[in-house]
């Protein structure tokens, strides 16, 4: 079965310091991978994937197969980027459905 | 945002009485989900639709039931709520799944829901 994990439930770090936010899956094919961000009581919305390889707001992620992972960094946090990240799975298989991973709160402090 | 509502935005209700959530979507995309969002498990998928009329379980669909009977709207009821079923509620909806490349899944404004 397809599993998301993110070992971090909270991770406060000063502004200006680097960032990053783990994501490790478990799947036995080649996953599709996506970072999503919610912002205080808005929407989830999509930060980036990794077909895409694409900078968003300064966050980039690297899919490494071996490892499985797809952390998300950046290197100079800023308060803005103070949210809820998910991370998630979606298997290559027509039909299956979105994994999440439970979330990281990230809170950038002044 | 993608054009995706979710009505009620608040909702409080007592235990034992039914509540339906509705989801409505002006962008014609054929896949809607339920998720629910708590502390600590993320989104958990509740029910999906890949159409109208067909519908299918998701990871916690037990006290939860859906139906699709038009494409742009997607109704969640729980017949009997309990306590365990407070929770923020977002729909998504997603253009084809099958097309796995540059996909992804838009979500509503949620639904907080308690149950007391």
């Known amino acids: 079965a397809q599993r998301v994990t993110q070992p971090e439930k909270l991770l406060s770090v000063f502004k200006g310091a680097p960032v990053e936010l783990k994501c490790n899956y478990s799947?036995?094919?080649?996953?599709?991978l996506f970072w999503y961000v919610q912002y205080s009581r808005q929407r989830l919305q999509l930060l980036l994937r990794?077909?895409s390889r694409e900078s968003i707001k300064g966050f980039t992620a690297d899919l490494n197969k071996g490892e499985t992972s797809f952390h998300l960094k950046k290197p100079f946090a800023q308060e803005e980027d103070s949210a809820m990240y998910y991370c998630?799975?979606?298997?290559?298989?027509?039909?299956?459905?979105?994994?999440f991973g439970p979330g990281t709160r990230l809170s950038v402090l002044p | 945002d993608a054009g995706i509502t979710q009505s009620p935005r608040h909702k409080v209700t007592e235990t034992g009485t039914p509540v339906t959530l509705r989801c409505h979507q002006t962008?014609?995309?054929?896949?809607m989900y339920w998720y629910r969002q708590d502390p600590g498990h993320g989104l958990r998928l509740i029910h999906y639709?890949?159409?109208?009329?067909?519908?299918d379980k998701g990871e916690v669909s037990d006290g939860y039931s859906v139906s699709r009977s038009k494409t742009e709207d997607f109704l969640l009821t729980l017949e009997s709520a309990t306590s365990s079923q407070t929770s923020v509620y977002f729909c998504?909806?997603?253009?084809?799944?099958?097309?796995?490349?540059?996909?992804?899944?838009?979500f509503g404004p949620g639904t907080r829901l308690t149950v007391l």
């Open positions: 998630a799975l979606r298997p290559r298989h027509r039909g299956q459905n979105f994994v």
């Open positions: 799947y036995s094919g080649s996953p599709e």
């Open positions: 990794h077909i």
């Open positions: 962008e014609n995309h054929r896949y």
């Open positions: 639709s890949y159409g109208v009329k067909d519908t």
């Open positions: 998504a909806i997603q253009a084809d799944p099958g097309r796995w490349s540059n996909n992804e899944q838009f």
